[in-house]
């Protein structure tokens, strides 16, 4: 922990937290005598910090905060650098961008591992990472424009039983013509995607495409609600008094994150035909980002085995869905950026081409797409470890925590909880963040104060977060 003691940050948690200060001078508390710690007890440097306190930058590793409530009952305690670094960094210009997570691990201090981004725990795939490695060498020379080979393996990926290397043009099986590499764009992360379908969904009905609809879920990924506002669409809230009102664009992301909900391709499709403006052109993005912890059976799961069916509906309905998919969280690599876009039909996804700048996609990460797409040894670990590592996690977190409600399908990387108290999900991000192990709140971008989001981690990472919780929280 650098200069932070760790043993001395563990002794003062015990011994702190849930007690009164009696401050020096002042009156004298009106709790029991078992409940009060003298300020004068305290260790020097010191400081006490109520939630109006002023926080400056502090750059003493021993000077311990004593964080309380108004009445001076300790919440957590801490040390000053990591404090500093973790309250005051702001790497977002709220103003103009949407928040996200992931951003608070390199500063803090005593880094353990990141539990605010539900990457895979057992992180970044070795063989796929010495492959990206290795392309930076080539940093002097373009990316491959047509992405390859990285695309056809994602594509043999995608639809292990179709021809990912045909273009389709001479195929007489009309089926397979929306099944390959000519019907799949790999893009920056998915954001650069929702960018591009919510700009050609706006561009295709320039006066009629005005209202935005997210899934029926309390929060999903908010880039498409920035991309929506980008383009100048209006966003129809989820709500029961908003369930009959039609947009020309509906997003769900499936699984959900943060919410965990999960829905079937039927129950996919019957929310976007309710929600679809049917007077004109809809468009219809389903992220699938987190199906594949699904396990072994995910593409039966996913719409993007069903694409003849998604063309029918284009052609019949004018409802015109595209499948994105984020690898990032997948295969561990959230600095690298990819993601995948399948199209309805392949003029759909080419008339994204025509909207996509040019080698969006760096040559690391093609080659690390070109060689995770076949570590199979890994993907059975991830199906095999993570749902009983949740498992572990929720039963500990439930049986100290009985108060809080946890939620979210058995084979995601994340646990959505509900604390019930935002001074209590707040504080609990605050302790995580103090011993190196944050997580995400529910209060920036989507608005729910009263949850966190933690990732499913390996058991000998969750105990730090659990003893942290344990030792500091009520």
């Known amino acids: ?47 006490l910090l109520k939630p109006d306190s002023i926080v400056t930058l502090d750059y003493r590793y021993d000077r311990l905060n004593v964080n309380t409530d108004y009445d001076y009952k300790v919440k957590f305690v801490n040390y000053g650098k990591l404090m500093a670094e973790t309250k005051n960094v702001q790497v977002w210009d709220q103003k103009v961008q949407q928040f996200h997570g992931g951003q608070e691990w390199k500063f803090v201090n005593n880094f353990i591992d990141d539990f605010s981004v539900p990457t895979n725990a057992l992180g970044t ?35 292990p039983n179709s021809d990912p290397q045909s273009d389709c043009s001479n ?26 379908v ?9 006066e009629t495409c005005n209202y935005f609809k997210p899934g029926p879920v309390a929060a999903q990924y908010k880039e498409y609600e920035r991309a929506a506002k980008n383009c100048g669409l209006q966003v129809i809230a989820p709500s029961s008094a908003n369930d009959n009102l039609k947009a020309n664009v ?16 039927d129950q996919v499709l019957d929310y976007i035909f309710n929600s679809a403006d049917t007077t004109g052109d809809t468009f219809a993005i389903v992220d699938e980002s987190m199906l594949p912890w699904h396990g072994p059976d995910f593409r039966a799961c996913s719409l993007a085995t069903d694409l003849a069916a998604l063309a029918d509906i284009s052609r019949t309905k004018r409802i015109h869905i595209f499948v994105i998919h984020s690898w990032t969280k997948l295969w561990c690599c959230t600095g690298l950026r ?48 993570t749902p009983k590592w949740r498992r572990m996690q929720v039963d500990a977190l439930k049986s100290r925590f009985p108060q809080w409600t946890f939620h979210g399908e058995p084979f995601l990387s994340w646990i959505w909880i509900d604390t019930h108290d935002a001074s209590v999900a707040d504080t609990a991000c605050q302790v995580a963040r103090s011993h190196g192990v944050p997580i995400r709140s529910g209060k920036p971008g989507y608005m729910m104060p009263t949850f966190i989001r933690i990732a499913v981690r390996s058991p000998d990472t969750f105990k730090f977060l659990f003893n942290a919780f344990d030792k500091n929280l009520d």
Not at 18 to 32: A, D, T
Not at 364 to 376: P, R, W
């Open 198 to 206: 919510m700009r050609l969904a706006k561009l295709t009905s320039p």
């Open 1 to 47: 922990m650098n200069s932070v003691n760790t043993t001395a940050l563990d002794m003062w948690s015990s011994r702190l937290v849930g007690m009164y200060i009696q401050r020096n001078k002042c009156k004298s508390l009106n709790v029991s005598a078992d409940k009060i710690f003298y300020e004068k007890d305290l260790p020097d440097p010191y400081r």
């Open 338 to 385: 990819l993601g995948s876009v399948v199209g309805c039909t392949r003029d759909h996804t080419s008339s994204l081409l025509k909207y996509q700048v040019p080698w969006s996609v760096n040559s690391s990460a093609l080659a690390f797409l070109a060689t995770v797409v076949n570590n199979s040894e890994y993907l059975a670990e991830t199906w095999a470890s």
């Open 250 to 265: 509906v997003a769900l992301v499936n699984p959900c994150n943060p919410t965990g909900d999960f829905l079937s391709k």
């Open 125 to 159: 795939p070795k063989d796929a990472l010495k492959a990206a490695t290795d392309a930076v060498a080539e940093c002097g020379h373009y990316p491959p424009a047509n992405q390859e080979p990285a695309k056809s393996r994602l594509a043999s990926f995608l639809w």
């Open 171 to 196: 195929n007489l099986d009309p089926a397979s013509d929306y099944y390959g590499k000519n019907n799949l764009i790999l893009g920056n992360g998915a954001s650069e995607l929702i960018d591009l």
